[in-house]
């Protein structure tokens, strides 16, 4: 809401500093973003009278003139316009004068004759024809104002007024208003504020003589008034009206119209003119839109009506789109002779459907969208038939009709002063709060008060609380300390995350933010199967672009395109991780499961897919998971990502025989979609479910009182023979006394057969209740030997 | 006998002279003081003295056996402290080579900056709470006072999954999901994720990130809103920066403030950070809205609370001077290897 501060003085009288009033404003709850002054880069600019017009001695289409700029000698300026003549008054920009678009004139010569200046067009000034009817759009502005020669052109033509941008919150209908704001302005500075009352004369005639109004949908449309306006005098406004209206940012564009479009500024109350003669039957029907209609608003535009929108029609069709916008046919034009002027009180759910489907969001549906008071019609149109007489452009008939089905009850809400101060924190007396709401139009009746009707957003004690609370003013509330019991901590979900990101952080991992929504063309990125139950997403049905239109069900195409970023950055190596939600479709109108994802990409710095499988073993060791199992992953590993890894270089982890994470190499395909040049690792962690798996608490175990024996043994088995099979075969037939076995060699190459390979174990074997005996040790490695051989490893 | 004794003393001391190491060092004593040795040898010969003549000797003798291996000792400890040197010589290193060692990964500044302030909330005896993200229609409007149809609604620009399902474009449904389930006191934050139909800039990002608090119980006033705002901020830039509540309008509260805050850059007397103004924004709050209360089974007439809600990304942007939010997302590891 532009206010206009010219406007404003009608109503508050006072001399505002402006910054001050900005921010006075804004304290007690009307938020100001800013402001501006009409004129401001015009300098130097004063009125002219031209005395003379010679040609120009060297040119055909310049003209030498001499200019009472009030400065007793008269200067000279060389103009190409051809519309001066003596005796003209003109703005005239003098040597050193600055103008709109910071243009700066300077004395100089026009083909060796000399000006001092340049005469100005309205475009020059910044203004159009419609500040102006009577100029002219390309030529010298003829000004036809009341002023004085010399005087500044600011002030000469209204140019000075400022204009205060106010951010008006969707429960404050009433302050898209000069009204309102004039309310506000005086309640701030402690004045009163005199409701303005609109008073008409009239002329004698009976209105439904004229006109019927029938509303068809009293739910849509509460209140109705048609007023008649007879014999108009179409034509521009006078200036100051002109002026308001440019201040707030609307086009002048004719007295009739310019009044409807003032007083929905100054009372907030949108209304709407018709020439009498394209009311067809004589009968306004506020109905809903039939099935197929259309009409051409104002602006031009065919619009398709729909069942659900509601109308303004006369016996035929639709005439206006109620709330919203006018229809262009029965439009005020220079010819009118008689108006029927609108104001009435539309549904503002109804109206913002409505707008919003037909893409048309104006200034009249944007304040009924907020729910405007139907009390706010008797002003309003009172306002506009004062105006019309004001402006001596048509004459008001004296009767009107008003179809006010349901007036509402004035609306009370309880006055509790002590309740106001508990819940305030202030302790002020109830007269006090009494006062600043009275200021405010409220009525306090003992415990009970009024709210004023163009007060919609008032319904309970609260809101009356933040009432009192601005003009006491919301800084002077003091600050308290919370009291009672604070036991607050982490829960387990927000503990195991911290854990996760520590050991990821301890392995050198970055971690990274990615967006929760994916393009779906990333599962065919990631070679997900067509059939893949991952290719069923939570879809958006608004989406920005096709790049975030679905929620993704697996974490790793963010981490996939982060790491190809990062390469094509040239970034050498790469490590990074992320805890990212998964959002999986469940039920068909239900909300989606959001499983915890551990995601971790890494390539670059000499990385093979064990330096993966280190960081993940440790990443399960840091939150006390033991005994986890690796696997080679296959296709039906319980994770259908198995696709984007290279089939020999990829694996499960799984507790307990449950799946719980999958890593290994990017196939070299997948790779290529991304444009990793080089060999990329990633690995996706299920941390949701390791939240479920119980993590037994730690318990002492006595240190060993007596040696280890340790040895070793070398085999030769088949290649396609996993390490971690012949470690489970050889710790059982050890048995009890095995403390640790570790791999310390495998071999292929010169001397062992194409398919076989060499594997060296070293088995530490300890006995609790004493040293154990080189028999022992020798029968257990009796033990191991058989178990291999069994299996056909070759013990060497 | 004796010219014999002294004469090995000396001949002892000047050998010892030219000694150069250890070994060496123990050759010359097994040399003079070895069972085979030259002073043993002599000492044999004591049997032939005369009783008078040997303790004379014998005197003689062990002066300079104590002679020999007290200059042995001394060249001994001569030889290791000038090994040590030596040793500790050519070990020498060049200390300004780099450690080596697993480099450090990194928190995103994002969830650097949210656990801060999480922790700061979890000392003033805030649990923290989290909800969906794809979440209902109800949730995120309509028990917040936002009807369908409400204005309100179009200043958070929606992606919508179904007619009533959507991405959450705030954390206030946490705030609905906590009342419902539990009974006052409360006292929570809700950090997350939330969406916006905005299309990517410098300012602006279709998914960012929101810190929602909400306090209920007996008797809470707006004046324990105004108290948590001064101690968080003291907490988070350490400093006793002052504050400044603006009265706004949130459907899910009332009464709503704006909280500024001075600006942590200047102080308050104008920067570049604050664009002049000297405050910066907080969070916007208020108490909660009776009929929120209502909606999700609390007594208003019973209890009260406030609501607190603020942006991350703006957050860890001034913090770090970051101009540009899309750097937050992008991941590079040149931006991410600055925090």
Known sequence: MDLSMKWLRDYVDRDFETKQFCYDMTMTGSKVEGYGVEGDEIKNVVVGKILSVVPHENSDHLVVCQVDVGKGEPIQIVTGASNVNAGDIVPVALDDSYLPGGKHIKKGKLRGVESNGMLCSLGELGLTVHDFPYAIEDGIFIMQEDCEIGQDIRSAIGLNDTTVEFEITSNRPDCLSVIGLAREAAATYGMDFAEPEPKYKGVDGDITEKINVVIENTDLCRRYIGGYVKNVKIGPSPRWLRERLRASGLRPINNLVDITNYVMLEYGQPMHAFDARFIKGNEIHVRNARAGETITTLDGNVRELSPEMLVIADTEKPVAVAGVMGGEYSGIMDDTVDVIFESASFNGASVRRTAKKLGMRTDSSARFEKGLDPNLCEPAIMRAFELVELLGCGEVLNTKIDRFPNPPAPKTVEFTPDWINRFLGIDIPAEQMAGYLKKIGFEVNGSEITVPYYRVDIESKADVAEEVARFYGYNNIPGANLTGVADARLTPAQKLTRTLESACIAQGLYEIETFSFISPKYYDKINLPVDSKLRNSVTILNPLGEDTSVMRTTVLPSMCEVLARNYNYRNAEAALFELGSEYIPTEEGKLPEEPQRLSIGIYGGGCDFFSLKGIVEQIFRAVGLDGVEYEAASAGCGFDEYSMFHPGRVAVASFDGKPIAILGEMHPSVSENYGIGVRAYCAKINASEILGISVPEKTYKPLPKFPAATRDVSLICDDDTPVAVLEKLISKAVGGVLEKIKLFDVYKGEQIAGDKKSVAFSIVMRSHDGTLTDDQADAAMKRVRKALSEIGAEVR | ?339
């Open chain 2, 1 to 339: 006998m004796k010219q014999a004794l002294e004469r090995i003393g000396q001949c002892a001391k000047s050998e010892l002279d030219s000694i150069r190491d250890s070994k060496d060092l123990e050759a010359l004593r097994i040399k003079f003081l070895g069972k085979k040795g030259e002073l043993t040898a002599i000492m044999k010969g004591m049997a032939s003295l005369s009783a008078e003549e040997r303790p004379v000797i014998g005197q003689i003798a062990n002066k300079v056996r104590s002679d020999i291996e007290e200059a042995i000792e001394k060249k001994a400890n001569e030889l290791k402290a000038a090994a040590f040197e030596l040793k500790l010589k050519e070990e020498k290193l060049d200390v300004t080579l780099p450690g080596k060692s697993r480099e450090l990964g990194r928190l995103h500044p994002l969830d650097a900056v949210m656990h801060e302030i999480e922790d700061i909330f979890i000392g003033m005896g805030f649990d923290v709470a989290s909800g969906p993200e794809v979440e209902y229609d109800y949730y995120n409007f309509e028990a917040l006072n936002l009807p369908p149809d409400h204005p309100a609604r179009d200043t958070q620009d929606t992606f919508y999954i179904s007619d009533n399902v959507l991405l959450r474009t705030q954390t206030s449904p946490v705030q609905i999901r906590v009342m419902e389930q539990k009974k006052p006191p409360i006292r929570i934050i809700a950090p997350g994720r939330v969406y916006r139909s905005d299309a990517v800039d410098a300012t602006h990002s279709p998914l960012f990130h929101q810190i929602e608090g909400l306090v209920v119980d007996k008797g809470i006033t707006m004046g324990d809103l105004v108290g948590i705002s001064e101690m968080f901020i003291k907490r988070l830039y350490g400093e006793n920066l002052k504050i400044r509540l603006r009265p706004h309008h949130f459907p899910f509260t009332e009464p709503s403030a704006e909280v500024d805050m001075e600006c942590f850059n200047c102080g308050g007397k104008g920067c570049s950070m604050c664009k002049g103004e000297g405050y910066i924004e907080l969070w916007g709050s208020g108490m909660v809205h009776p009929k929120v209360l209502k909606n999700c089974g609390i007594d208003p007439e019973v209890y009260s609370g406030f609501a607190f809600g603020m942006g991350l990304e703006r957050l860890v942007m001034r913090k770090y001077g970051i101009t540009d939010l899309r750097l937050l997302y992008e991941n590079d590891l040149r931006f991410l290897g600055q925090f």
